[in-house]
C-alpha cells in the first residue's frame, strides 16, 4: 500500500515537472509563442477564451460518445457473431485483419463525399476505429471457453443461446470492458481526425482554424483540452471496467491456499 | 415432486431392459490416414440405478463411452440406446463432472449448482418463480449433504480444489439426474480428500440411485465406488472384462486394506498390464 502510494505520487511529481521544465526552458531560451507558448500562458488563454471553446468541447465529445455508442452495438454483435463458432472465427479473420490494418484517415473523405462536412462523418469514423478492438476481444472472449464446461452444458440440452447467455457472454465481459479503454482513446481519435478534415465544429475544427490564424496559444490550448478529455474518458472506461470484473483479479488477492 | 419426474427411469425398471445399452459401437476420430479408432465393435448393458466404473490405460476409449452415452458424440457405426431409444430420442436428464471442477468463476456456489436448473426442462419453467424460494432450499440441502454447508455465498476463487469438486458434483445432480457421467472427477485430488469424496460419492448415489458410469485411472477407487468394473484395452479400445464388486454398502475406506478388496484391486491391475500393448523400446 505505502509503495503504492509513494508510485503514485512520483507520477503526479512527473507531469508536474514535465510543465515546469517546458515553462523554465521557453523562458531560459526565450522561445516566442508564436513557436511554443508556455504552460503559463496555454492555461491562461483557455481560461480567458473557455466560452469560445466551450461549445466545440461539448460537440466533440458528443461526437465521440456516439460513434463509441455505436461502435459498442455493431461491435458485439459482429463479436459475438464470429466468436460464437471456430469456423465463423477462422473464416472472418483475415477480412477483419485487413480492415484492421486499412487507416481508418483513408476513409473520411468517402464518408464526406457520401454524407457531406459535418457530424455524420466524425461520428462514422469515430465508430470505425473503435469497433475493431470491440470485436476482437468480444470474439476471443467467446471462442476461450473450457471445451469442458461447453460439454456439461451440451450434457444439460442447452441451446447454442443458452450456453451463449450462461457461459459465454458472461465470460467475455471482461474481454469486453478491457477493449472499451482502448476503443474509447480511439473512437476520440477518428472524431478530431474528422473533424480537422471536415468539419465547422469541434476542438478540432477550432484547432484548425487557431492554426491557420497563427493563434498558437489556442491551438495549445485546444490540445490540452483534447488531453484531458482523452483521459477522463480512459479513467472512466478503467472504473467501469474494474467494477464490473472483478472476479478476474480478486483470485490472487484472496484465494483460501 | 421428484417422483413425477422419474417416470422414465420408473418405466425402465419395470422391465428388465437396461437402461443404457451399446451394440456393436465403434467410434473412430478423425479422417482418412489420420483416423484413430477409439472404440471398437464394443458392447455394454448397464442396468438402471447401477453403478459401473470404466478403468484402463489411456486411450482405451473410456472418456469415448461416457460422451457416447450422454450424447455429445455420435458413434461412427452401432447403436448407443438409452432407455429403450436410441440416445437423444427419449428426454433423459445427465450430469457430467470432470476431472476440473469448471465453475463459474462470476457466481456464487449457489448460482453455480442452480444452473442446471436454469437450463434443464421441467425445472426451467420454474426456475423464475422457485429461484429464490424452492429451488434455493434444493441447492442448501444438497451442498450441505456434502459438506458444503454456509458456503454457498462464496466465489469459487475463494474455495479449496477439494471444495469446488464438491461442489462440481452438486450440479452434476441437483436437477436429480437419471443418469450421471463422472469423468475421472477425484483425479486431481489428494489423496486423503479423494477418499472423503468418495464416501461422499457413495451418500449421493445411495440415496438418489442414479445410474452412475465412473471413468477413472484409479483402481481402488473403482472397486471402492462401482457394483460393476470393467476393464478395457487400448488401441483398439474395447472391453475386455466385466466383473462385480461383491462388497456389501456402505463401504468404508478400512475395508479397501482388506485382503479381498487388495486381491480384488490387485487381479485389476494384472488384467490392465496384460491388456496393454507392448512397450515402444520393446518393439
Known sequence: MNAKVRRRAASIGLIIGFFLLWEFLCLAFGVRDLVLPRPSQIIITLFQRLPAIWPHAVQTIYTTLMGFGLGIVLGVMIGTLIGSSRLAYDVAYPLLVGFASTPKVAVVPIFVLWFGAGTVPAVLTAMLLCIFPIVVNVATGLATTEPELEDVMRALKASRLDILINVGLPRAMPYFFASLKVAITQAFVGTVIAETVASNRGIGNLMMIASSNFDVPLVFAGLLILAALGVSLYLIFSFIEAKTTGWTRRQDEFAVH | ?283
Open chain 2, 1 to 283: 415432486m421428484s417422483l413425477a419426474y422419474d417416470t422414465a427411469q420408473a418405466a425402465v425398471i419395470g422391465t428388465n431392459e437396461p437402461f443404457v445399452e451399446l451394440q456393436g459401437v465403434t467410434h473412430t476420430y478423425g479422417r482418412d490416414e489420420r483416423q484413430v479408432m477409439a472404440l471398437t465393435e464394443t458392447d455394454l448393458a448397464i442396468n438402471s440405478g447401477d453403478f459401473i466404473a470404466l478403468v484402463g490405460p489411456s486411450g482405451c476409449g473410456k472418456s469415448t463411452i461416457l460422451k457416447l452415452v450422454s450424447g455429445l458424440i455420435s458413434a461412427s457405426s452401432g447403436y448407443v440406446l438409452v432407455a429403450g431409444r436410441e440416445v437423444g430420442a427419449v428426454p433423459v436428464r445427465v450430469g457430467m463432472a470432470f476431472q476440473n471442477p469448471t465453475m463459474l468463476p462470476w457466481l456464487t456456489l449457489r448460482d453455480n449448482v442452480m444452473l442446471p436448473l436454469k437450463i434443464v426442462q421441467p425445472f426451467r419453467a420454474e426456475y423464475r418463480s422457485k429461484r429464490k424460494t424452492e429451488f434455493r432450499d434444493r441447492v442448501e440441502a444438497l451442498l450441505s449433504q456434502v459438506g458444503l454447508g454456509g458456503f454457498s455465498d462464496k466465489f469459487p476463487w475463494q474455495l479449496s480444489g477439494g471444495m469446488l469438486q464438491r461442489a462440481s458434483l452438486c450440479r452434476a445432480l441437483i436437477h436429480e439426474p437419471q443418469l450421471l457421467m463422472l469423468d475421472e472427477p477425484f483425479g486431481a485430488l489428494d489423496q486423503f480428500t479423494r477418499e472423503e469424496l468418495w464416501a461422499v460419492m457413495q451418500d449421493l448415489w445411495m440415496s438418489r440411485k442414479p445410474t452412475v458410469v465412473l471413468v477413472t485411472h484409479d483402481l481402488k477407487e473403482a472397486a471402492y465406488l462401482a457394483n460393476r468394473i470393467c476393464v478395457m484395452q487400448a488401441r483398439p479400445g474395447r472391453i475386455i472384462e466385466d466383473s462385480t464388486v461383491p462388497f456389501p454398502r456402505p463401504r468404508t475406506v478400512e475395508m479397501t486394506y482388506s485382503p479381498d478388496f487388495v486381491s480384488l484391486t490387485h487381479n485389476l491391475r494384472e488384467q490392465i498390464v496384460h491388456a496393454s500393448p507392448p512397450k515402444k523400446q520393446a518393439a
